[in-house]
């Protein structure tokens, strides 16, 4: 499975980005997505997932529960990360990341949980 993230950029605080992520060399249904970001200097930490197939769940960290959302449209091979509210804690390199195998009873939260992962994508939120 290739990763690929995009969408990234530089905005005010307040202001939205939509990410995208489009996993390739599988049937996008059957992939469970994650987005994680690193800021500099910290380790890498988990931002939302949404699983496979129709019905998809979803969960989101605590820092941007109600800003973020993560969403998927199959038919067009894509995952998204909707930003909203955003804040200059949120400026980080941004990673989508792919699991391929089933998810029941895993913690999606954890970057293990994960086989593939995509080259980041930088959003910079000015104060």
């Known amino acids: 499975v290739q990763l690929q993230a995009s969408g990234g950029g530089l905005v005010q605080a307040g202001g939205s980005l939509r990410l995208s992520c489009a996993p390739s060399?599988?049937?996008?249904?059957?992939?469970?997505v994650g987005w994680f970001r690193q800021a500099p200097g910290k380790e890498r930490e988990f931002v939302a997932a949404i699983t496979a197939w129709s019905g998809s769940s979803t969960y989101y960290a605590d820092s941007v529960k109600g800003r973020f959302t993560i969403s998927r449209d199959n038919a067009k091979n894509t995952a998204y990360l909707q930003m909203n509210s955003l804040k200059p804690e949120d400026t980080a390199v941004y990673y989508c990341?792919?699991?391929?195998?089933?998810?029941?009873?895993?913690?999606?939260?954890?970057?293990?949980?994960?086989?593939?992962w995509g080259q980041g994508t930088l959003v910079t939120v000015s104060s």
């Open positions: 060399g599988r049937t996008f249904s059957s992939v469970t």
């Open positions: 990341a792919a699991r391929t195998s089933y998810y029941t009873g895993v913690n999606l939260m954890m970057l293990r949980a994960y086989d593939y």
